[in-house]
């Protein structure tokens, strides 16, 4: 029972995926608030967990809700006392190809998904940092990492919160809070349709809901990205190559091209520790072209 004594709070876990992480946390020993957007799924979730052993209550209200959102925290501060575990998993799909796809299909889904979460980690936060832990998970979609055909919205939303986690965990990691990302394949409501019958056969949500633990436990690392689905559980990184210096002139961009492959070349990638990574290597890798041209 690694979560014994943890309080959890699940967001859109009435039903589908969220509810078999609501079900499993608590078969580990965390104390479960079960958030969605209905009332009777949640109540339902929440009485089932009681039903085997465990401790729960639900909480009815929108992610996107600002208010409910910090009332749900102080409801759980209030029952428990603490707030350790945030997954935020609630999400909505409205896909159709971007042609055809109004900017207030755009909107809702990344109100829900970008929105919905950041509202819930503001919620949380400062009773994360004045406990000095917390364990925050994200959930982000291959959709967002590497496109998807339809889901214009929802990509852009789902590679947002890898951002988001990104730095949460970075301001987080003083205060004992880290922050990672799941990436779930699972049969629900929401891929019914999506997914061929066979394939959404093999895509049992409670098949996912065991990836979470290592990313809620006391030992859990910060800014994974990780997916799961069928069983089968990988990592996904988003790296920066060695790249090649340019330079200026008004030739470089035809000098790009002509590098393009090396500039590519995915030997000696990494995976920074932060944004400006990225301005440090560039300004070492000028500063070492010059050097060089300097007459000895």
């Known amino acids: 029972m690694p979560l014994t004594g943890r ?16 079900l499993y946390l608590a078969g580990k020993g965390a104390q479960v608030v079960v958030n969605d957007l209905d009332p009777a799924p949640a109540d339902a979730v929440a009485a089932e967990i009681r039903a085997r052993g465990g401790s729960s209550i639900a909480f ?15 409801r759980t501060l209030s029952e428990w006392g603490r707030i ?52 925050i998970v994200m959930t982000t979609s291959s959709s967002g990492l590497y496109g998807n055909f339809g889901q214009a919205n929802y990509g852009a939303a789902k590679m947002a919160l890898v951002g988001l986690m990104q730095t949460l965990a970075i301001e987080g990691a003083k205060y004992g809070i880290r922050v990672n990302c799941l990436a779930p394949t699972a049969s629900t409501g929401m891929t019914a349709g999506v997914l061929p019958e066979d394939s959404l056969r093999m895509l049992d949500p409670a098949l996912v809901s065991p990836a ?15 997916c799961a689905g069928a069983g089968h559980v990988a990592r996904a990184y988003v790296t920066l190559t060695e790249g090649r210096y340019i330079g200026a002139g008004g030739d470089a961009g035809e000098r790009l091209i ?21 301005a440090e290597r560039e300004v070492a890798s000028a500063r070492a072209q010059l050097s060089a041209a300097e007459p000895a």
């Open 258 to 278: 002509a590098a393009w492959n090396a500039v590519s070349d995915p030997a000696g990638q990494r995976v920074p520790e932060y944004g400006f990574t990225q």
């Open 60 to 74: 009815a209200g929108s992610v996107t809700d600002v208010s409910a959102m910090e009332s749900m925290a102080e």
């Open 7 to 22: 309080i959890a709070i699940i967001t859109g876990a009435g039903g589908g995926l969220g509810r078999q992480h609501a």
């Open 84 to 135: 350790d575990i945030l997954v935020n998993n609630a999400g909505i799909l409205r896909d159709r190809s971007f042609g055809n796809m109004t900017l207030e299909a755009f909107r809702q889904v990344v109100e829900v998904h970008l929105m919905g979460a950041a509202t819930c980690c503001k919620a949380v936060w400062e009773t994360m940092r004045a406990q000095q832990y917390g364990r």
């Open 212 to 226: 979470l633990l290592p990313l809620v436990v006391d030992a859990a690392p910060t800014r994974s990205i990780v």
